[in-house]
T-cell receptor, first 118, second 109 residues
Framework: ETGVTQTPRHLVMGMTNKKSLKCEQHLGHNAMYWYKQSAKKPLELMFVYSLEERVENNSVPSRFSPECPNSSHLFLHLHTLQPEDSALYLC?????????????????FGSGTQLSVL | TQLLEQSPQFLSIQEGENLTVYCNSSSVFSSLQWYRQEPGEGPVLLVTVVTGGEVKKLKRLTFQFGDARKDSSLHITAAQTGDTGLYLCALNQGGKLIFGQGTELSVKP
């Protein structure tokens, strides 16, 4: 257990569906992240939230919409996705944002949501 | 953007063998993290190396940070099936944790 819980673990959706991924951290951390992991590609940072404010949007298409209602919860709202969006979506948290903290801040990851877009 | 290159991309060995995987960059970095990701799970931090020439040991795993701070290696002694997974190196670049592509290790009984 890493203290970061993601639901659902698996999701299959059509291109016209709307769905949401949920992440919850029980570590009292102040920063949360969404990463995308595709086959044979490095993890790609999508969004960073620090103290519930978005501090980074890494050129992610608008069909991905993050929401951070409080420092413990992070959502990723999905709509009109494409098949190439199929991937493992990982949530992570850290005590402080990498922007303000010592560069050795470490990330705690959830188990991910395996998303398939048909 | 600083690129982290990991090698080899895939490694399949028998239980009991030793192995080394590498992480290289064209630029100097102040510190480097190593993560392991087991199938069906997210990455878990193994170690952070911060000083050029540093060597850190974690049971059968030995991590080394190059003197020039542009490369790092992970050596596993007497690999076990439980070592199977994706080994990732990562560095903080401008507030973003950037990952290498990883080395996928398979240890067969």
């Amino acid at each position: 257990e890493t203290g970061v819980t993601q639901t659902p673990r698996h999701l299959v959706m059509g291109m016209t569906n709307k769905k949401s991924l949920k992440c919850e951290q029980h570590l009292g951390h102040n920063a949360m992240y969404w990463y995308k992991q595709s086959a044979k590609k490095p993890l790609e940072l999508m969004f960073v939230y620090s103290l519930e404010e978005r501090v980074e949007n890494n050129s992610v298409p608008s069909r991905f919409s993050p929401e951070c209602p409080n420092s413990s919860h992070l959502f990723l709202h999905l709509h009109t996705l494409q098949p190439e969006d199929s991937a493992l979506y990982l949530c992570a948290s850290s005590q402080e944002s990498l922007f303000v903290a010592h560069s050795n801040e470490k990330l705690f990851f959830g188990s991910g949501t395996q998303l398939s877009v048909l | 953007t600083q690129l982290l290159e990991q090698s080899p991309q895939f490694l399949s060995i028998q239980e009991g063998e030793n192995l080394t995987v590498y992480c290289n960059s064209s630029s100097v970095f102040s510190s480097l993290q190593w993560y392991r990701q087991e199938p069906g799970e997210g990455p878990v931090l193994l170690v952070t190396v911060v000083t050029g020439g540093e060597v850190k040991k974690l049971k059968r795993l030995t991590f080394q940070f190059g003197d020039a701070r542009k490369d790092s290696s992970l050596h596993i002694t007497a690999a076990q099936t439980g070592d199977t997974g994706l080994y990732l190196c990562a560095l903080n670049q401008g507030g973003k944790l950037i990952f290498g592509q990883g080395t996928e290790l398979s240890v067969k009984p």
